[in-house]
């Protein structure tokens, strides 16, 4: 019989928190989210490389305008496959996860993110 510590603990039944996790990953409550840019340059966190080879360090945007944003990341994202939160290489490494709670923006991230 579980007790109280093993329900709210991840390491106790690391398979249930991994299928609560793909279940959120998998079913959001919203796929995708919105932010308003206050200024028309938006620096990105991590350089891309351009097809041409040139190295992107910020966008341009226009302040004031909806800019709209998915949620799924994922390679294999219509797969439920709760293992990846528990196989050593299940996620991609740390520096391509998304932000949020558990590398998930099911919630959102940052200031406005869900703290219920």
Not at 1 to 19: G, I, R
Not at 57 to 73: C, D
Not at 97 to 103: A, F, K, R, T, V
Request: aromatic residues 10%.
């Amino acid at each position: 019989e579980p007790t109280y510590e093993d329900l709210t603990s991840t390491s106790c039944l690391p398979y249930l928190d991994a299928v609560v996790k793909e279940g959120l990953r998998m079913y959001p409550t919203s796929t995708h989210n919105a932010r308003v840019p206050s200024e028309d340059v938006f620096p990105l966190e991590i350089p891309v490389r351009s097809p041409s080879g040139d190295l992107i360090r910020e966008l341009l945007v226009s302040a004031g305008q909806v800019r709209a944003f998915s949620i799924y990341f994922w390679v294999d994202g219509d797969t439920f496959k709760p293992e990846r939160w528990i196989e050593p290489d299940g996620l991609p490494p740390k520096d391509k996860l998304q932000m949020g709670w558990s590398n998930l923006l099911t919630f959102n991230a940052g200031p406005r993110q869900c703290l219920g």
